[in-house]
């Protein structure tokens, strides 16, 4: 069975504290690796598609790589903003997306 | 906002009842996914619409069903309600071609309280 895996479950930082968070998938056959972010009561908002190992996407303070068994999201200097639950989905096979059941975050000022 | 509206925003009801939650894609896209998303079971993919046609499926009881209109809108019906059903209900939608491995764009959801 497919399973996408996240690390830490809690991160807690301080303003400017950088970090990664991870995400270990176990299929083999992957058709893509994305990171969505997720507020409380809201739907994911999508950040990053991944397709091959060594990719690597960047967007303000965030930086997604992918290695054949696993991807980090990493935060950089990040900003109590960037609070949030991170999550982790592979795409293969016959299934759309499995989802990882995520990353919360908490920045503090 | 990604483009994707759902409404009821929020939905109250009773065991045993019946509910129908709707979903409009971005401009352009022909796939729509449903999932739901419990507090012990993270996001769970229930099923996939691609023009109007099931494409995919994964962990949607028997109880609930789905449909794509020819406008592209898609509506999922959950009957005799349990109060497990409790959830936030999401529906995604992704570019015109429908194949895996594309970018899905969430909706707001909708939260469902069955009492």
């Known amino acids: 069975e497919d399973q996408v895996t996240q690390s830490p479950e809690a991160l807690r930082l301080q303003e400017g504290e950088s970090s990664s968070l991870n995400c270990s998938y176990t299929?083999?056959?992957?058709?893509?690796l994305f990171w969505y972010r997720q507020d409380p009561g809201k739907g994911p908002e999508f950040l990053f598609t991944?397709?091959?190992a060594g990719e690597e996407k960047e967007k303000e303070r965030l930086k997604a790589t992918l290695t054949k068994k696993e991807s980090f999201l990493h935060i950089t200097a990040p900003k109590p903003e960037d609070s949030a639950t991170y999550l982790c989905?592979?795409?293969?096979?016959?299934?759309?997306?499995?989802f990882g059941k995520g990353t919360r975050l908490s920045v503090i000022a | 906002d990604s483009g994707v509206t759902q409404t009821p925003k929020h939905l109250i009801t009773a065991t045993g009842q019946r509910v129908t939650l709707r979903c409009s894609p971005r401009s352009g896209d022909l796939s729509v996914y449903w999932y739901q998303q419990s507090l012990d079971q993270g996001l769970q993919f229930l099923i996939q619409?691609?023009?109007?046609?099931?494409?995919a499926k994964g962990n949607i009881l028997e109880r609930f069903s789905a449909q794509q209109f020819p406008d592209l809108h898609s509506e999922l019906n959950l009957s005799s309600l349990e109060l497990g059903d409790s959830a936030l209900y999401f529906c995604?939608?992704?570019?015109?071609?429908?194949?895996?491995?594309?970018?899905?764009?969430f909706g707001p959801g909708t939260r469902l309280l069955v009492l």
């Open positions: 991944l397709y091959s």
């Open positions: 299929v083999s056959g992957l058709r893509g």
């Open positions: 619409y691609y023009n109007g046609e099931e494409r």
């Open positions: 995604a939608s992704s570019v015109a071609r429908g194949r895996l491995g594309e970018t899905q764009y």
């Open positions: 989905a592979e795409c293969s096979g016959n299934t759309p997306l499995v």
